[in-house]
């Protein structure tokens, strides 16, 4: 069984340019949630991908985008970059809809991303 | 509001020694709770999870919770800790009219030989 796993580790972008983050979901798993952990922080949720439709987001502006694949892999986009938006971006991945009520979550070991 | 408090950031044990790490959360509707550790480098592994029934949950790594509906509280505690239990423990509350996890900031554990 393969975990869920994140590209790339690390990633130095400059403000105002747009990135790509990549997850591929644990096998079998077909939802995909997305967080941001800031230094320091708690992880925040910023959307889920259930059967590639967005079920649920944060409060994440729209420059923060995503997609999820007939695999169920995900991207992760952000637009116009801001040096806030450095931090460790965690994808988790589990069977269906109801992380919070009783679906457990898988996450992968993130990407890390640094905005200068 | 919604929100997970964890009022330790940092925590020092000898190894062997009890541990108790302390969690209050605010929920208006009837919260699943979980805990979490992230070690250096990793992902968040899920410890123990409460949905309902019995308010004293086992995890793995020995770790076990309980549940204070009274004093909104989920407090995770070890009997004797493991220089490996060194990481970040985050608490986190979900509940059924959401989907997502609320996390608290974390508290880092050092573990001294």
């Known amino acids: 069984e393969t975990g869920v796993t994140q590209s790339p580790t690390h990633l130095i972008k400059t403000r105002g340019q747009q990135v790509t983050l990549r997850c591929s979901s644990q096998?079998?798993?077909?939802?995909v949630s997305w967080y941001q952990q800031a230094l320091g922080q708690g992880p925040q949720f910023i959307f889920q991908?259930?059967?590639?439709?967005e079920n649920g987001r944060g409060n994440f502006p729209p420059r923060f985008s995503g997609l999820q694949f007939p695999n169920y892999s995900s991207e992760l986009n952000v637009n116009a970059l801001e040096l806030d938006d450095s931090a460790l971006y965690l994808c988790?991945?589990?069977w269906g809809i109801g992380a919070a009520r009783g679906k457990e979550q898988y996450f992968g070991p993130g990407t890390r991303l640094t905005v200068t | 509001a919604q929100s997970v408090t964890q009022p330790d950031i940092h925590i020092t044990v000898s190894e062997g020694a009890s541990l108790e790490l302390r969690c209050n959360y605010s929920y208006g509707a009837t919260p699943y709770l979980f805990w979490y550790v992230q070690s250096p480098g990793q992902g968040l592994q899920l410890l123990l999870k409460?949905?309902?029934?019995?308010?004293l949950v086992q995890g793995i790594k020995g770790f076990e919770a309980e549940f204070k509906r009274s004093q909104s509280s989920f407090n995770l505690r070890k009997p004797s800790v493991h220089w490996s239990d060194a990481a970040e423990y985050f608490c986190a509350v979900g509940g059924t009219d959401t989907d997502k996890l609320i996390f608290g900031t974390g508290t880092r554990l050092q573990v001294f030989p």
């Open positions: 991908y259930y059967r590639e439709e």
């Open positions: 409460y949905f309902s029934g019995d308010t």
């Open positions: 988790a991945s589990s």
């Open positions: 096998s079998g798993h077909n939802t």
